[in-house]
């Protein structure tokens, strides 16, 4: 885990949700100063669908560049990079259970 790469999280922001098991994330463990709640998997997709059902609503921000070619000629087409891994199962666990979902691409802007 890298610190520089999380900003510090102001003390008015209110925030929450779910994280794995023992603060897991892809790059280290989730600083103690962000009010997560761990589940009892280790497993990223029971915090994604714990997360998807307790919102109202989620926005999920695309920001990686497209690499391969096929990639390239969707997000041509479509302006966007396809949803893959963890963004596409919260985009379909929010299409489950018809909760609202935003796809926000580098792209749009």
Not at 4 to 20: D, E, F, I, T, V
Not at 63 to 77: G, Q, Y
Request: charged share 30%.
């Amino acid at each position: 885990h890298d610190p520089r790469q999380h900003a510090p999280m102001p003390k008015l922001l209110s925030h929450g949700g779910w994280c794995p098991c023992h603060r897991r994330a892809e790059d280290g463990v989730i600083p103690a100063e962000f009010s997560m709640t761990e589940t009892p998997s280790e497993e990223y997709e029971q915090r994604t669908e714990w997360n998807v059902r307790d919102s109202d609503a989620t926005v999920i921000f695309t920001m990686r560049k497209s690499k391969s070619n096929n990639e390239r000629k969707i997000a041509l087409n479509d302006r966007r990079v396809p949803l893959q891994g963890g963004t596409l199962l919260t985009k379909q666990l929010a299409n489950q259970q018809k909760k609202p979902c935003l796809s926000i691409s580098k792209q749009d802007f």
